[in-house]
C-alpha cells in the first residue's frame, strides 16, 4: 500500500510493505455482480463534500468501482461487489483474506484498475457509475479524470492522507452507496468489540506503543497517528506518537516504548537483527511480532476496514496483553496467521 516527496514517498513505501492490495489480480470476461440488495428507499440524490469538489450521486450505484487501497473492504462490508478493484501491491493472497471469504464467495475475478497508481482508461473501461477511494492517495488531477468518468468519492480535508479513521470511511462509504443506516450499524457492531476488548484489558490505556514497519526507508519506520493503521492500536487505548518517521540504524532507540509491535519480521527476522534484538523493549518481553507481510495477521492491519478489525482483536489482543502486563516473565504468545 501506499505517502510523497522525501515524507511521502517513504509513507508510500511503508503503505505498499504493509496493506498488501486489495482484491483479486487480473481479469475475467465474466463480470462480477454489483450490488447485494438495494439501498434504502429515497437515499438519493447524494452530494458528499470531499477534498477535492463534491461527489454528486444521482441515482443508487450498480457498478463501483474501487481504486483506494483498502476500499473493497468497505463496500463489500456494506454488502456490494466491486466491479473493479486496485491491484494487490504486496506478496498476500488477498482472494483468501480470511475475514472476507463470505463476502467474496462467488465474486470470480474481479478486473483491477492499476497497482502503484491508478490505471484511469482501465476504470473508464468498466463503465462504474460510482468511483471509491477514500484510501487512494489520489490528487487533485486524478481526482478531476476520474469524475469525468463517474462520480468519485474521495477523502475529505478533515484528516492527512492515508489516515482517515475506518469509521469515517464506512459511513463516507455507505452514504455513496445509499446505505447510511447498514453502514451506521457495521460501525456500531465493531466499536462494540472493541470496547468489549478494552473493558477486558483496562491496562491498555495510556500505555505507550510504538509500530514498526521492517524493511522500509532506513530499514524500520515508525507509525504515528497521521497513518491509519496505528488505529487499531489507538482505539484501544494505546498511546503512539503523532507523526510517522524514518528510523536509522542509529535510531533504534525511537522504537523503545511500553510496548513494542513490529510488521514484517518473524521470530527468526528479530533474532536475525542484533540492534533490534539489543532492545530494551525486546529483551523485557514486551515486543508482539505481527509477522512477515505474507500472513494474514500484516495484511489484516493494512486493510484496517470493518471486516478485518475483528479478526485481528481475536489474533492480536492477547499477544498485547501479555505484553503491556508489565511482568517481564510473561511469555508473549506471538500471532501465528
Same mark, same amino acid.
Given at each position: 500500500?501506499?505517502?510523497?516527496?522525501?515524507?511521502?514517498?517513504?509513507?508510500?513505501?511503508?503503505?505498499?510493505?504493509?496493506?498488501?492490495? =486489495?482484491?483479486?489480480?487480473?481479469?475475467?470476461?465474466?463480470?462480477?455482480?454489483?450490488?447485494?440488495?438495494?439501498?434504502?428507499?429515497?437515499? *438519493? @440524490?447524494?452530494?458528499?463534500?470531499?477534498?477535492?469538489?463534491?461527489?454528486?450521486?444521482?441515482?443508487?450505484?450498480?457498478?463501483?468501482?474501487?481504486?483506494?487501497?483498502?476500499?473493497?473492504?468497505?463496500?463489500?462490508?456494506?454488502? %456490494?461487489? @466491486? #466491479?473493479?478493484?486496485?491491484?494487490?501491491?504486496?506478496?498476500?493472497?488477498?482472494?483468501?483474506?480470511?475475514?472476507?471469504?463470505?463476502?467474496?464467495?462467488?465474486?470470480?475475478?474481479?478486473?483491477?484498475? $492499476?497497482?502503484?497508481?491508478?490505471?484511469?482508461?482501465?476504470?473508464?473501461?468498466?463503465?462504474?457509475?460510482?468511483?471509491?477511494?477514500?484510501?487512494?492517495?489520489?490528487?487533485?488531477? %486524478?481526482?478531476?479524470?476520474?469524475?469525468?468518468?463517474?462520480?468519485?468519492?474521495?477523502?475529505?480535508?478533515?484528516?492527512?492522507?492515508?489516515?482517515?479513521?475506518?469509521?469515517?470511511?464506512?459511513?463516507?462509504?455507505?452514504?455513496?452507496?445509499?446505505?447510511?443506516?447498514?453502514?451506521?450499524?457495521?460501525?456500531?457492531?465493531?466499536?462494540?468489540r472493541f470496547?468489549?476488548?478494552?473493558?477486558?484489558?483496562?491496562?491498555?490505556?495510556?500505555?505507550?506503543?510504538?509500530?514498526? +514497519?521492517?524493511?522500509?526507508?532506513?530499514?524500520?519506520?515508525?507509525?504515528?497517528?497521521?497513518? =491509519?493503521?496505528?488505529?487499531? *492500536?489507538?482505539?484501544?487505548? *494505546?498511546?503512539?506518537?503523532?507523526?510517522?518517521?524514518?528510523?536509522?540504524? &542509529?535510531? =533504534?532507540?525511537?522504537? &523503545?516504548?511500553? #510496548? =513494542?509491535?513490529v510488521n514484517?519480521?518473524?521470530?527468526?527476522?528479530?533474532?536475525?537483527?542484533?540492534? /533490534?534484538?539489543?532492545?530494551? #523493549?525486546?529483551?523485557?518481553?514486551?515486543?508482539?511480532?505481527?509477522?512477515?507481510?505474507?500472513?494474514?495477521?500484516?495484511?489484516?492491519? $493494512?486493510?484496517?476496514?470493518?471486516?478485518? +478489525?475483528? /479478526?485481528?482483536?481475536?489474533? #492480536?489482543?492477547?499477544?498485547?496483553?501479555?505484553?503491556?502486563?508489565?511482568?517481564p516473565a510473561?511469555?508473549?504468545?506471538?500471532?501465528?496467521?
Open positions: 500500500m501506499p505517502r510523497r516527496p522525501v515524507r511521502r514517498t517513504a509513507a508510500l513505501l511503508a503503505a505498499a510493505a504493509l496493506l498488501t492490495g =486489495l482484491a483479486a489480480c487480473g481479469s475475467s470476461d465474466e463480470e462480477p455482480a454489483a450490488a447485494a440488495g438495494p439501498a434504502a428507499g429515497g437515499a *438519493f @440524490p447524494v452530494s458528499i463534500e470531499n477534498k477535492f469538489g463534491t461527489t454528486e450521486v444521482a441515482e443508487e450505484p450498480q457498478r463501483v468501482v474501487t481504486v483506494g487501497f483498502n476500499d473493497a473492504d468497505f463496500v463489500l462490508a456494506l454488502g %456490494v461487489t @466491486p #466491479v473493479g478493484v486496485r491491484e494487490n501491491l504486496g506478496d498476500y493472497d488477498v482472494t483468501q483474506r480470511p475475514w472476507a471469504q463470505e463476502q467474496l464467495a462467488g465474486a470470480g475475478e474481479i478486473p483491477t484498475v $492499476g497497482g502503484a497508481e491508478i490505471d484511469v482508461e482501465a476504470v473508464a473501461a468498466l463503465r462504474p457509475d460510482l468511483i471509491v477511494g477514500v484510501y487512494s492517495y489520489m490528487d487533485q488531477a %486524478v481526482y478531476d479524470q476520474l469524475s469525468g468518468i463517474a462520480p468519485t468519492l474521495a477523502q475529505t480535508d478533515r484528516y492527512a492522507d492515508g489516515a482517515t479513521p475506518w469509521q469515517e470511511q464506512t459511513l463516507l462509504t455507505g452514504q455513496a452507496l445509499g446505505r447510511e443506516d447498514q453502514a451506521q450499524q457495521v460501525v456500531d457492531d465493531v466499536e462494540g470496547d468489549q476488548v478494552t473493558s477486558e484489558n483496562p491496562a491498555f490505556a495510556g500505555t505507550s506503543l510504538a509500530l514498526d +514497519l521492517t524493511g522500509v526507508g532506513s530499514g524500520h519506520y515508525a507509525l504515528g497517528r497521521d497513518d =491509519l493503521r496505528t488505529q487499531f *492500536f489507538t482505539d484501544l487505548g *494505546f498511546a503512539v506518537p503523532d507523526t510517522s518517521t524514518d528510523v536509522s540504524q &542509529e535510531r =533504534l532507540d525511537l522504537l &523503545e516504548a511500553d #510496548v =513494542l509491535a514484517g519480521y518473524t521470530a527468526a527476522d528479530a533474532a536475525a537483527d542484533p540492534l /533490534f534484538s539489543g532492545l530494551d #523493549v525486546v529483551t523485557g518481553g514486551r515486543t508482539v511480532l505481527l509477522g512477515s507481510y505474507s500472513g494474514a495477521v500484516s495484511a489484516a492491519l $493494512g486493510f484496517g476496514s470493518p471486516l478485518s +478489525l475483528p /479478526f485481528l482483536l481475536d489474533e #492480536v489482543v492477547p499477544a498485547l496483553a501479555a505484553a503491556a502486563d508489565g511482568d510473561t511469555t508473549v504468545e506471538q500471532p501465528t496467521v
